[in-house]
């Protein structure tokens, strides 16, 4: 049961608008001038948005593209810096390999080095040795001389500053040396050997014989004109001039000696000649004079002084007599004791 009253109806007259139309109105079109612009410029910054996506994406790419270039590129080059690397170790290695090497070359080298020093040090020694010797036991200045040339000429060869002081006191030597009066011991010796071998053939004065008188080719073809009795006369004298022979001595008579004691005599005048060779080396003056003067009183007395041969070996006497052999050579103890001072500061190194 609806106790309510029923609805009203409530009519509404239309009501007739008085204003003015919108298109009319100037601020629509402001409006719309506004909405315009803004609209334009919505649409302009759309487009230059885009642009500048494009451009970034533009961009982005391209600094991919060159980022990973650039990561290939950085891959390359480590490899090849890691590749350097290992061949940087292995020269490493190898210089430290060849610096071994060198430095035992360096060492060998030294040792080689030191070797020939001593080797040459040695050979030095040697030849000064020799010179001392030829000037002690045989007066033999030239080859004292030579012994000493040839030591300073292995000095030389190897260029050592070290070596200086001791050149300097070889030289020295030298000088001495080649300062005295040439005497030549070795060719008075040669003679005096030479006159030893000579007096087994020399003639001795009681073996002299007197030459038979030549007779004149000339006269023997003139003697067939002769007559005959004259040619038995000449004949006959000739036999009796071939009886008898004249023989003039210019000196006293020649001393007649039996064959052992001529046999004697020969070999003591050799001795004779080898003491005079003797005291020739040892530089005795008056030993050697005096054994040449004997040996040529024997010659003149027991020898042929007739014959060539004995002649020239008293010429050769008389010659060798009047040398002078008694110069006292030098000594060689300064190049000896300066060559043992280098050794021994050699091997205290």
């Not at 649409?43 to 996506?53: F, G, H, K, P, Y």
């Amino acid at each position: 049961m609806n106790d309510a009253p029923p609805p009203t109806e409530i009519t509404v007259a239309p009501v007739r608008s008085t204003a003015a139309p919108v298109w009319r109105n100037p601020w629509f079109y402001l409006v719309l001038m506004a909405v315009g612009l803004a609209l334009w410029q919505w649409v302009e910054t759309r487009i230059r948005l885009a642009d500048t996506q494009q451009e970034v994406a533009r961009r982005l790419a391209d600094n991919a593209a060159a980022s990973k270039e650039d990561r290939s590129l950085l891959k390359e080059s480590q490899e090849q810096v890691a590749a350097l690397q290992d061949r940087v170790d292995t020269l490493e290695s190898q210089q430290a390999e060849f610096q071994g090497q060198a430095q035992e070359l360096r060492n060998l080298y030294q040792d080689l080095a030191r070797s020939r020093d001593d080797a040459t040090l040695l050979e030095v020694e040697q030849a000064v040795t020799l010179a001392a010797q030829q000037l002690q036991l045989a007066g033999n200045v030239q080859a004292a001389v030579l012994a000493l040339q040839s030591a300073d000429a292995k000095l030389a060869r190897l260029d050592r500053p070290q070596f200086i002081p001791l050149r300097k006191t070889l030289a020295r030597d030298l000088e001495r040396l080649q300062a005295l009066p040439f005497v030549d011991l070795p060719g008075m010796s040669v003679k005096l050997e030479s006159a030893i071998v000579a007096v087994d053939k020399l003639p001795l004065a009681m073996d002299q014989r007197p030459r038979s008188p030549e007779k004149p080719a000339a006269a023997q073809p003139a003697a067939t004109e002769l007559p005959w009795w004259k040619r038995a006369g000449s004949e006959l004298w000739q036999e009796v001039r071939g009886l008898v022979r004249i023989q003039r001595f210019d000196r006293a008579e020649p001393v007649l000696l039996p064959p052992e004691q001529s046999f004697f005599l020969r070999e003591n005048l050799k001795l004779r000649l080898l003491n005079a060779r003797l005291a020739l080396f040892a530089r005795d003056a008056w030993t050697f004079r005096n054994e040449l003067r004997a040996a040529q009183d024997w010659l003149a007395r027991y020898f042929d002084g007739q014959d060539k041969a004995v002649q020239a070996e008293i010429a050769t006497l008389r010659q060798l007599a009047a040398a002078e052999v008694n110069i006292e050579p030098p000594s060689l103890n300064d190049s000896l004791t300066a060559l043992r001072i280098f050794k021994s500061a050699r091997e205290r190194k």
